[in-house]
């Protein structure tokens, strides 16, 4: 395995930025011989709810089970019809399918790989089917079209539960996305914008008849201890990872502003490469950059040549869900996911961390203008032999 020397994310970097203070609060929860549903957990739901200026906040053990809790919450059942995008982390679908529901794949806008609106209304409108809700992903930290979506949901009676696990802090016009749709579901995973030092999740909402519905399915359905109301689960967020999100939270604006700094540079100093294709972001969002992603032909040999001069890429995702081999035969569709398709084939996610340095991002630019300018470079000098074996056989 080639050590890389510009990792593609590092929770390790974030951790020892803020090292002092979550040393010090995970000492504070130790001590406290309360560790499961106790104070750290509280605050931090008051302070999440408070940040996206939204009533309530509920953790949970994961971002999957947020977006099955929420749904669950919404009374999604088998024999519903839920509307999200096959462009997504395969938990967005598991989620659905958890719940017996059965995942209806609309295709993504390829300028910001989340919810083509128009795809989704063509699809209420002319195909009969027990429409429940729609899932829109806020993907690589840029909002889906909430206007659009609210209005089509309106229109249809539907509800929207947002996926919203890469898209902490992000907001549409000027408004936090999790706030738009009647729930919402975060993931706290360890790379994500605001990320645990192990797995943690949160469901959101306005309304507190579901926030209430959430918090007894997280503990078995119980309304008094011992006594189910429901069928529930276990998924709690645990007072440690609470102790540690609420001082990464702390932190959570001015780590996406790191991240939103770093991809202007990037975006300055790839804008002249015709061979890449790099992320927009619509006049109404702010984008906040879990991941920057270009589309480039020839992805995988890029991929490579990067890696072999220490450079981490990754691809988000390789495999669209609809094509992947436990969801054959148990999702619909009512036109092809072209976008989806040509996305998965393309895309390729950069490095991009708060704590990554200037230097190292002018790294990753080198490597890039070097292969992508190259095939200029060869018709003007005619230097074939400055061309490495990798970059002939990828370009
Ligand atoms: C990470 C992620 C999830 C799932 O979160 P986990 O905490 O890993 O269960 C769901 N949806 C999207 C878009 C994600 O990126």
Redesign the pocket.
């Known amino acids: 395995m080639v050590s890389l020397s510009i990792p593609q994310s590092s929770p390790l970097a974030n951790y020892l930025a803020h090292s002092d203070e979550i040393d010090s609060a995970l000492r504070r929860c130790l001590k406290s011989g309360w560790y499961i549903l106790g104070q750290e957990v509280a605050s931090f739901e008051k302070e999440f709810a408070a940040y996206l200026g939204i009533a309530h906040a509920v953790g949970v053990a ?4 947020a ?1 099955y809790l929420a749904l669950r919450a919404c009374d999604v059942a088998p024999g519903d019809a839920v509307l999200s995008v096959s462009h ?2 395969v ?2 679908i598991a989620a659905i399918k958890l719940c017996g529901a059965t995942p209806v794949f609309v295709d993504i806008d390829p300028a910001t790989f989340t919810m083509d609106v128009g795809r989704l209304e063509e699809t209420v409108k002319n195909y009969r089917g027990r429409f429940k809700a729609i899932v829109p ?1 806020h ?1 690589y930290g840029h909002p889906a079209h909430m206007t659009d979506i609210m209005d089509v949901a309106a229109r249809y009676d539907l509800r929207v539960v947002e ?1 919203c ?2 898209a902490h802090g992000a907001t549409w016009e000027d408004r936090k996305t999790a706030t738009f749709g009647d729930i919402a ?1 975060f ?3 360890p790379t ?1 914008n605001l990320g645990a030092l192990g ?3 949160a469901v959101v909402t306005h309304d507190g008849g579901l926030a209430d519905r959430v918090r007894l399915l997280r503990e078995y359905g119980w309304e008094e201890r011992y006594i189910s109301k429901s069928v529930g689960i276990n998924s709690r967020l645990d007072e440690l990872q609470a102790a540690i999100l609420r001082v990464k939270l702390r932190h959570l604006d001015e780590d996406n502003s790191r991240r939103i700094s770093l991809a202007r540079l990037y975006t300055a100093a790839l804008t002249d490469q015709e061979r890449i294709t790099l992320p927009q972001t619509a006049s109404e969002a702010t984008h906040v950059f879990h991941q920057y992603v270009i589309r480039v032909a020839e992805r995988d040999s890029l991929r490579n040549y990067l890696r072999d001069r220490g450079t981490g890429t990754l691809v988000h995702y390789p495999v669209p869900v609809h094509q992947q081999p436990a969801y054959a035969g148990c999702f619909k569709l009512y036109s092809p996911l072209y976008e989806t398709e040509a996305a998965a084939r393309e895309i390729l996610s950069l490095p991009l961390f708060p704590e990554m340095t200037g230097e190292q991002l002018e790294t990753v630019v080198q490597q890039l203008r070097a292969i992508t300018s190259v095939r200029k470079r060869r018709a003007r000098s005619k230097r074939k032999q400055m061309i490495t074996p990798v970059t002939r056989a990828a370009f």
Request: aromatic share 10%.
């Open positions: 994961n971002g999957t089970d977006l997504t982390a938990a967005t992903v993907l996926d696990a890469q579901a993931s706290f995973y994500k797995d943690g999740g």
